[in-house]
Nanobody, 116 residues
């Protein structure tokens, strides 16, 4: 099993920045990918960004050029640097890990609110 601890959410003004962190513990070996999803009220959860164990990344079109996902293998932590935030980015952000290609673990979620 994998446990995830998220941090970094909060309230920011449009155009501001936040950095989300997700630290994984437990059965670290076997994790294929880590990333962030988000869910706004009334909408389905969607992929924001993901990074594989090989270092390749995927981003939602809506965040490309604004968000950057990075990984610290020593700390077993991924970081989502979010710049030029928009009100549309407001959502609960969930850390996610893919384990052994078929299991998924989720963090409890951290609120990101972008408002003037």
């Amino acid at each position: 099993q994998v446990q995830l601890v998220e941090s970094g959410g909060g309230l920011v003004q449009p155009g501001g920045s936040l950095r989300l962190s997700c630290a994984a513990s437990g059965s670290i070996i076997g994790i294929n990918a880590m990333g962030w999803y988000r869910q706004a009220p009334g909408k389905q959860r969607e992929l924001v960004a993901r990074i594989t164990s090989g270092g390749s990344t995927n981003y939602a079109d809506s965040v490309k050029g604004r968000f950057t996902l990075s990984r610290d293998n020593v700390k077993n932590t991924v970081y989502l640097q979010m710049n030029s935030l928009k009100p549309e980015d407001t959502a609960v952000y969930y850390c996610n890990v893919q384990y052994r290609l078929r299991y998924y673990y989720w963090g409890e979620g951290t609120q990101v609110t972008v408002s003037s």
